[in-house]
Nanobody, 112 residues
């Protein structure tokens, strides 16, 4: 009924940048809060950033100042701009919509 799809993952060197996208489609006309999570090997999935329908944002301390979450309500899409990437940012990044629907994840690898 509602599909969530991430894209934009890849491999970059430390200090590099990457932009993730996540689009919600299907039986949905607009969305509320949208979230980015990540899960590194052997670690629990953690919340990275959230953006409310109002545009209010919050970030994990580990990414604040480096990552920026934004949204395009007309496209039901959320973005995560990741700058100054570190090896510890390596993880599968997941999009979540309205605390209800999950994407399949996109791999981000940061290594030299």
């Amino acid at each position: 009924q509602v599909q969530v799809a991430e894209s934009g993952g890849g491999s970059v060197q430390p200090g590099g940048s990457l932009k993730l996208s996540c689009a919600a489609s299907g039986s949905i006309f607009s969305v509320g809060a949208m979230y980015w999570y990540r899960q590194a090997p052997g670690k629990q999935r953690e919340l990275v950033a959230v953006i409310a329908s109002s545009g209010r944002t919050n970030y994990a301390d580990s990414v604040k100042g480096r990552f920026t979450i934004s949204r395009d309500n007309g496209k039901n899409t959320v973005y995560l701009q990741m700058n100054s990437l570190k090896p510890e940012d390596t993880a599968v990044y997941y999009c979540n919509v309205q605390d209800t629907w999950w994407g399949q994840g996109t791999q981000v690898t940061v290594s030299s």
